[in-house]
């Protein structure tokens, strides 16, 4: 079986493809460290809340991607 990578051909799946990236990005190793300190924020370290965040952030684009029709 060929396995290929399709980029998207609408404004909609360049935008969605966008946001799934941004997303990525903002989980990954070089950003990590700016939120790993010992501050507490709402009574859990700075990490803890960031990785909430990140949670809150994957959903709401995900919800938003399916609400505009990005993916089909």
Do not use: D, H, Q, Y
Request: net charge positive.
């Amino acid at each position: 079986m060929k396995s290929t990578f399709m980029l998207p051909k609408t404004r909609k799946g360049w935008i969605s493809l966008a946001l799934i990236v941004f997303v990525i990005i903002l989980g990954s190793w070089p950003v990590i460290p700016f939120f790993n300190k010992e501050t507490i924020v709402f009574g859990m370290p700075m990490l803890m809340v960031w990785s909430i965040v990140i949670i809150v952030i994957t959903t709401s684009t995900l919800w938003f991607i399916n609400k505009i029709g990005g993916v089909k």
